[in-house]
Structures are given as C-alpha cells and as structure tokens.
C-alpha cells in the first residue's frame, strides 16, 4: 500500500480508479480494507465511474502508531486529509466519512468548503455534537488484560472488534482519549457544501439522524433500515443512496 506523509507522519493510503474523486474516511478503531474494501465500496464507487481514494487514518491500519492522545483528533486528521488530496495533486473531491471519519468529514467541510465538493456522513447522527459515547470505558477497555475484564457493553464491542482486526489496542486508545466534539450548531449552520447524512435504523451510537440533517443547510437523511451501526456500513440501501446522491448533486 502506498503512503504519503502528513504532519511528520506516515499515512498509508489507496487510490484506485477514474473518474469525479471522492475521498474515504473510515471510522474508529477500523482501517480502508474492514470499512471500505471488504464491504464493497471500492468496487461499487469504481463501477460509478469514479477515482476512489481513502486514507488510513493516523493510529489505524496501516499507518504510523502513536500513543500520545494529543496527536489525535479530528482536526489533525482533517489535516491529513488535506494532505493527501495535496499528494495527489486533487484540488477538489466529493468526502465520505464513517463514524469518527464523518467527525473529519464535517471539519472539512466547515475549514476549507472550497475542497469539498459533497460530504457524505455515514454513521453519525445527532451525536456529532456530543463526542463519542462511553469514550473512557472504551479506551479503558481497549487495553484491559483481557476482553473479559470489560463490563461496558459498548467497550466490549470495540475491544473485541480491534481483536478481530489486528488493531494496535493501545494506539486506539490514545485516539479514543483525544475524541471530543469539535463543532457545535453555529459552525454545523456554515456548511455551504450538498451533504447527505445516512444512518442504520437500530444503530445506538450515531444520535438521531433527522436532528443533525436539521442543523446542515439543505442536507438530506438517509435512514438504512434494520441495520445497527456495524452492519450498515455495507448495505445496500446506503450504497444506493450515497450514488443516488452523487448523480444529483452539482
């Protein structure tokens, strides 16, 4: 895989693909290949007849590890971001963000509307404006001697999904203890950009997804029926959806 460096890091990114470019930012404590390869994104994208290009975001997959939580944020991955669209020459892209990933995508969209030509927000309803939920416990769990020494439901849930993946346990949870929220109503009412906000039905970790569409200036709500917040990231309802909205968009 590729990488390029940002900030003093090395990033690990993929571009495959011609076409309109649209960027892709995967979630907390996942990488390219779980969020956007093995669900079949790249394949789908590509057929659309677009470049797809996604970032490793620092701490995860196959990018540079790091164990202070002050290199982490999602103003510093925005940056990265940035950087990448930079290496590879792009002055513009359509942005789709999964989870931690859309928490960069809406940054980009507020700082710099200019390089963002659509953002699309997967995974993250309301709960943008509140930080990630249960962030102690999960970082807490993350680096537990053992899964069965985490209580926390929500923390067991990543713990045992970073073992799934190989992840470095104690890089996400320097990442995890850096995640806060960044933007509020004011800010989100700035965003000039077509957003889509897309959202699973049973998903318990986003926040509502009418609440946040009603803060972003002429976005619109997908909802993904039956589907939590793992198990939307490759359905085919939110597949349609994000083409859909990619065709109609200026």
């Known amino acids: 895989m590729p990488t390029f460096h940002s900030d003093g890091l090395e990033l690990a990114y993929r571009d495959e693909g011609e076409g309109d470019p649209i960027l892709l930012i995967h979630g907390f404590a996942s990488s390219i290949d779980v969020n956007w390869v093995g669900p079949g994104w790249f394949d789908t994208l590509k057929r659309d007849g677009r470049r797809v ?15 202070d939580p002050a290199f982490y944020g999602s103003d510093l991955m925005a940056g990265d971001a940035f950087a990448l669209l930079d290496h590879l020459d792009i002055e513009r892209a359509d942005v789709m963000g999964y989870s ?14 200019q390089r963002v030509r659509s953002a699309i927000l997967g995974g993250l309803g309301e709960g943008l404006l509140h930080g990630a939920p249960n962030a102690q416990a999960i970082a807490e769990g993350l ?8 209580v926390n439901p929500m923390a067991k849930m990543f713990r045992r999904f970073a073992d799934a993946t190989g992840s470095d346990r104690k890089a996400l949870s320097a990442c995890m203890r850096m995640q806060r929220s960044l933007v509020d109503e004011k800010m989100l009412a700035t965003i000039s950009v077509p957003t889509l906000v897309a959202v699973g039905t049973e998903d318990e970790v986003s926040g509502d997804l009418d609440a946040l569409v009603r803060l972003i200036p002429g976005a619109e709500g997908l909802p993904i029926p039956r589907r939590d917040h793992n198990r ?19």
Do not use: C, Q, W
């Open 143 to 150: 680096v537990a001697p053992s899964v069965d020494d985490v």
């Open 53 to 67: 290009i996604a970032i490793d975001n620092r701490g995860h997959g196959a990018s540079e590890k790091l164990y």
């Open 232 to 250: 939307a990231v490759g359905d085919k309802v939110y597949k349609e959806g994000v083409l859909s909205f990619l065709a109609r968009r200026p």
């Open 100 to 113: 931690m990933g859309a928490r960069v995508t809406v940054l980009m969209a507020i700082k710099r509307p």
